[in-house]
């Protein structure tokens, strides 16, 4: 009688050994997609930033106006990424239009560098 409750004993053992190994590796698992996740919305968010940028500056023929610049400030602000406002900002404060082009290739860069990770 003895025999067959330490064996049953040991068997409720083992499984709740495993089911404890398994639910580490999927709360594991679980933590890693989220990050992954995460990651790739700001990705996105800083690929879409990139695109209305190219298109709406430069690409554009035309001067930007109040409307395209609101959206632009409101998109880059929502990025929540001091580095790519940073650049945004001397782009924005640049007094010729050597600085502003060469600030925009630097911003450009930045932003492919960005979504290439």
Known sequence: MMNKKTFFISLLVGFACVSLA???????VLVKNNQLYSQHQVNKKILDFRNMFTEKVLLSDKEIDF????????????LNN?????QWQAFTNSQTKE???????????????????
């Open 22 to 28: 398994v639910n580490g590796v999927l709360v594991y």
């Open 67 to 78: 409307d395209t610049r609101l959206s632009l400030e409101t998109a880059v602000r929502g």
């Open 82 to 86: 001091p580095e790519i406002l940073s």
């Open 99 to 117: 600085e502003a082009t060469a600030q925009a290739k630097k911003l450009l860069n930045l932003l492919i560098q960005k979504t290439s990770d």
